[in-house]
């Protein structure tokens, strides 16, 4: 799904939309030193009889920007701060580096697509499920 069609989809008034612009957030103060280009989202955001979800659970697949545009810290300081101040906000986000190979893609998938399905003592029965979005240009 593009990402157009998914904020579409997904940012009726209220929480959702506050989450979904707390993602863009995110993605916006990575956007110096990585280009993200798909999201993995599942949890209760998804599940449609959640009125207000308490976060969007995503996994980020990003790459690298070319070059010395990090911060002071690296790269690596540069995001795990990014996501410590977004988490706060309701974006419980796992960072995946697409240029870091195909088992390290593999790998955090299969996490992610077990993490967000899990089935939860709370949330018996609910509606989970997982979206692909993918953040081309286009969409």
Known sequence: MAWKVFRHAYAQPGRRSALIAELERLIDVLAPVAVVESLLVGGSF???RVRAPKDIDC???YRAVAGDAAPSGGLAAALGEAVRVARPRGVDARLVPVDAGA???????????NLYLAERPAAAGAGRGLLLVSMTREG
């Open 46 to 48: 998804l599940d449609g």
């Open 103 to 113: 088992e390290v893609l593999i790998r955090m998938s299969a996490f992610l697509t």
């Open 59 to 61: 996994g980020v697949f």
